[in-house]
């Protein structure tokens, strides 16, 4: 709940908790962001260097849904730290292959950094933009479960019945939706909407892996049609 001038001022104990309660949650949740970004980052560039096949769609699913699960479970002991760090570290392995293939194609390595610059602007200038002006966006919550169910969907129908389109629109979607849900899960931060920094960390984590696989695969696709 957001706490206005005069209710601070009317509150000032419960106020001055209220904001150094929520000031902690988000340090730790951007420092949790940080190592995960930066393990996830660490086993994407092992599988790339080691040549690592993709593990499947099937594997994929089960691996991310699993640890999902465990860290949902685990999220108020420290063990929901260590699933935090298995969660990142799979997906970023999984990543792996895929950075390998955009790599191996011309102008690939511009392809692939492009992606991260604007994934990082994308998300630095949102996540920014939700601190400071400490707007609510909860109302985007029903749209984005929606949005990301039948996204997710669609995009398991173009894997399997191989439509390119359909890979692409849904691509774009994600970019739209995942830039939906940093400003959402931040505003919920600072409302105190989410006081788990693990789950938190997570949303913001799958956000940006979402964003930048949408950015790549995008990008992939104006390069090779040049």
């Not at 930066?38 to 092992?46: Q, R």
Request: proline share 3%; aromatic share 12%; hydrophobic share 55%.
């Amino acid at each position: 709940m957001s706490y206005s001038k005069i209710q601070a001022i009317a509150l000032p104990h419960g106020g001055t908790e209220s904001v150094l309660a929520t000031n902690k949650v988000i340090r730790n949740t951007y420092m949790l962001l940080s190592m995960t970004l930066l393990f996830a980052a660490a086993t994407a560039a092992v599988a790339v260097a080691m040549k690592l096949p993709h593990p499947g769609l099937i594997i994929t699913l089960v691996g991310y849904f699993g640890l999902l699960f465990a860290t949902t479970k685990l999220r108020n002991s420290g063990w929901g730290i260590v699933s935090v760090f298995a969660l990142t570290g799979f997906m970023g392995y999984t990543l792996g292959p895929i950075v390998s293939h955009y790599l191996g194609l011309p102008n690939g390595g511009q392809t692939v950094m492009t992606a991260m610059g604007g994934t990082a602007a994308i998300f630095l200038g949102l996540s920014g933009y939700a601190l400071t002006t400490r707007k609510d966006f909860s109302f985007m919550g029903g749209f984005l479960t929606v949005g990301i169910l039948l996204a997710f969907v669609a995009g398991l129908a173009a894997i399997f019945f191989e439509i390119p389109a359909l890979s692409l629109t849904v691509s774009a979607a994600f970019v739209l939706l995942m830039s939906g849900l940093i400003l959402y899960e931040t505003s919920n931060i600072i409302h105190g909407g989410e006081t788990n920094y693990v789950m938190a960390t997570v949303t913001l984590f799958v956000s940006i892996f979402n964003l930048f696989t949408s950015l790549l695969h995008l990008l992939g696709f104006m390069n090779s049609s040049d």
